[in-house]
């Protein structure tokens, strides 16, 4: 038995929220019996920095404290709180990787040190979460005289290879406007701001290097042309690992899509699904080296890395987050390629047993359903399932939450009538999971429409203008009307401030229960006749909102409302029905009347 890769990390934001000392050592522990070696520890961000500096005392008098309401929060580690975390991390096998953020995510150093940054303003720290203008200034040589005694310190304390500089989402809007910021791209020719970026991460890996240490950072320290030694964390999907790999650069595989331990691990039917839902069974499918690396350039991905942000999550929640999902991970990293599902989740039976006896608060599945189908003509048997051994699921439909003197559930439930289920998982040690809520409807099936003479494609009506919710259409005059094959936001003029309504026909090819999916950046609804199916209404990010209706064979006047308001601009109407999977609705299904009616 051994490691499949040299690099099996996590990420712990004590920046967001302070984490104890003892804590940060009961996570090294948990790191070391799920056999990871790398704790990367994210030290600073605009909302504290958490690391005492000896030569710029405010970092942590100033920088280490944020107001929540009328509150102070914060918290450091002391030079001695680090070296005592350090040496318990190598008596362990954990190699610490400190991230000291820059250029962006700076707002706790520029708060306390405002002469940092471009404008020189005073700043608070972070009170909010996001990305904030207000970052280091490249322009001034003051800065990376700063930086580099931030780092030499850092580098006393921490003996690994690797100090991560961060380098992410970092805005360039001030040094647009910065005279000093300016003058450096000038007298460096350089060509613009993102240049720049690569100037200042160039400037700090020389500093490193030249202090024997390596360079990691994010990924958009592609941006502007990589530093020749650097290594490249990948989290905006791996793109960015493969560019990096391809050029030479080892890499760390840490995505969205497989690794962000901060991403909800359920969402429940009737709620919204986003793109940060990340189920333990998606975890456990990473794959950290990507395919279309050649076996050369695939030597270059050091390891991977689950990500706990802790906007999210204090102290109290991090295990919630991170397991079992640091369990799926922790045997990506150290297995072969080859992995099973279904005998992973056997053996993690056994494995939510340790982790009770270790005191884990980890997450409970709440139940699911048999059966994807809630609704029903005439009556329904509905089947719970629950996916860890040793619980009970107990249930009510009087709208009440669950607790544990509650029926538990047994054998299938019948209802004729629509009825709430509220259902959670009870483990006997007395813990549960969050309520899982379901609707199931009875409903009267719709009627397809007849003598109707239809042609291919679907109308489409085109309005602009600037709205946050689908507006009433018939009261707006089209600024463009037309057929196309299916569903296409391409064809229209606008990339923002506008608004669609598709109409004509939906063919249903047998009778039975067919589910209807919007997902949409911005607000989408979809109506079969005169029935709203899905609503996905109102300025958000791309999600996806599902309904349920019975159809019989036969065709269905559909309309299908979109608008589009400022940013990314997208658009999937997707179905599911009788012994049919999920897809997208294509040309062969929607058709509209030849003559207008
Ligand atoms: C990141 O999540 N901004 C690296
Ligand atoms: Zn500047």
Redesign the pocket.
Known sequence: DEPRYRWRGMLLDCSRHFMSKDFVKRYIDLLAFHKMNVLHWHLTDDQGWRIEIKQFPRLTEVGAWRMEGDQRYGGFYTQDDVREIVAYAQSRNITIVPEIEMPGHSMAAVASYPELSCTGDPFEVGARWGVFDDVYCPGNDATFDFLEKVLSEVIDLFPSEFIHIGG??CPKTRWKSCPKCQARIHDEGLADERELQSYFIRRIERFLNSKGRRLIG?DEILEGGLAPNATVQS?RGLEGAIAAARSGHDVISSP?SHCYLDYAQFVAPDEPIRMGHLPLERVYSFEPTPADLTPEQAKHVLGAEG?L?SEHAPEERVDWQVFPRLCALSEVMWSPSRRDWTDFHGRLQTHYRRLDAMGVGYFIPPPGLASPIRVFTDAIDVKLTTSMDNTVVRYTTDGIDPTDESTVYRDPLHFAQTTTVKAKTFTVRGRSSPVAEYIFRRIVPLEPISNVETSAGLKYDYYEGKWEQIPDFDALTPAATGVIPTFDLGVHKLDEYYAVRYRGYFEALTDGVYTFYLMSDDGSRLWIGSDLVVDNDGLHGCSERSGQVILRAGRYPMVVGFFQADGVQSLEVQFEGPGMDKRPISASYLSHASVDR
Request: charged content about 30%.
């Open positions: 992410d989402e994010w989290w969205t990500n942000w």
